[in-house]
């Protein structure tokens, strides 16, 4: 049965990444009074990518090629062995636990990058290079939330993680829950473009992550953009299912049902975060590049105020 289970969560990540994206992008244009394209669009962009040839530059490696699919593989592995659809293990939950799991994240930022490099595009470098100036600072601030998270619950499994905070309420209103929740959040804002971060435009001063796929086209883009959207999906549903609200995920004594019905749930839950993008996407300017570094210290500073905070409280 855990076999199955994580069938359909893979399936479910795969399927409903887009939709969230595409609905994100229509409450923003909402918003601002504009029309805006439907929320099926990222699945159009896909399909319509998919029945398009791939171009590789000719000076690029095998690196290049391949890079988008061992990225979205990386991603669907996430799918099964993080929260998303239940709060109990499924069949391969037992390979990684939250540090392995930021490993992965890690290896596939780390093959994007080498795939960009390797189109020799001058646009893909500045993009890679901007990516790895935040991530080098931003995954450690990652790793930090992740231990006191894991302090809180004797462990890094992010199922135990989402056991103790639904069950223990002097943890989850506690400053360190608070603390590591306000951090992670800065930390989701960068690891999902938004504002004032990122700004998803042409114009060169604000390109990062767009930039990186500059070369790519048809198919390869078709998987590069996919896995981008799965990214996004599993870092908001870690968010909300481990740190914001881990009550209502579904527990080894439930049944089939309750892990269909808690996909709808899921669903809301993350359109609730979806709405706070739109509006901080819709009333935040995007920061010069420098100030980007302020931003990511603030990060840093809620994160080891966590960790004051728990050692105070002993």
């Known amino acids: 049965m855990l076999y199955l289970y994580s069938f359909i969560e893979i399936l479910y990540v795969a399927l409903a990444a887009p939709l969230v994206i595409g609905v994100q992008r229509a409450i923003e244009e909402r918003i601002e009074s504009k029309q805006g394209p439907s929320v099926f669009q990222p699945y159009y962009d ?9 171009l590789v530059p000719l000076v690029s490696s095998p690196v290049f090629r391949f890079g988008p699919y061992f990225v979205l593989m990386l991603y669907a592995f996430l799918a099964m062995i993080l929260p998303i659809i239940t709060a109990f293990p499924l069949a391969y939950a037992p390979a990684a636990d939250f540090i392995g799991g930021g490993l992965f994240f890690g290896a596939a930022a780390a093959i994007k990058k080498f795939s960009a490099i390797d189109s020799r595009s001058n646009y893909a470098h500045l993009g890679t290079s901007r990516a790895a100036s935040i991530g080098a600072l931003a995954e450690p601030i990652t790793v ?3 231990i006191m998270l894991g302090v809180l619950s004797n462990t890094n499994n992010p199922f135990v993680i989402n056991n103790v905070l639904r069950s223990s309420p002097q943890w989850y209103f506690s400053l360190v829950h608070g603390f590591v929740s306000a951090a992670f959040f800065m930390v989701l804002l960068i690891e999902t473009g938004q504002l004032p971060i990122e700004s998803h435009t042409n114009g060169e001063l604000g390109m990062i992550d767009q930039a990186m796929p500059f070369e790519y086209s048809g198919q390869d883009l078709a998987v590069y953009k996919w896995a981008s959207y799965m990214k996004v ?3 908001m549903s870690v968010f909300l299912n481990v740190y914001m609200i881990p009550f209502g995920v579904p527990l080894a004594h439930s049944g089939f049902l309750s892990i269909i019905v808690y996909m709808g749930i899921h669903l809301l839950k993350l359109l609730g975060l979806i709405i706070v993008f739109a509006l901080i996407n819709t009333t935040v300017s995007k920061f010069r590049l420098y100030k980007n570094f302020d931003f990511l210290a603030v990060a840093f ?14």
Do not use: D, G, N
């Open 46 to 54: 896909l399909a319509k990518l998919f029945r398009k040839e791939s």
């Open 144 to 146: 930090l939330i992740f």
């Open 233 to 235: 999906f599993i870092l």
């Open 301 to 314: 500073a809620l994160a080891f105020l966590a960790s004051l905070a728990y050692y105070i409280m002993q």
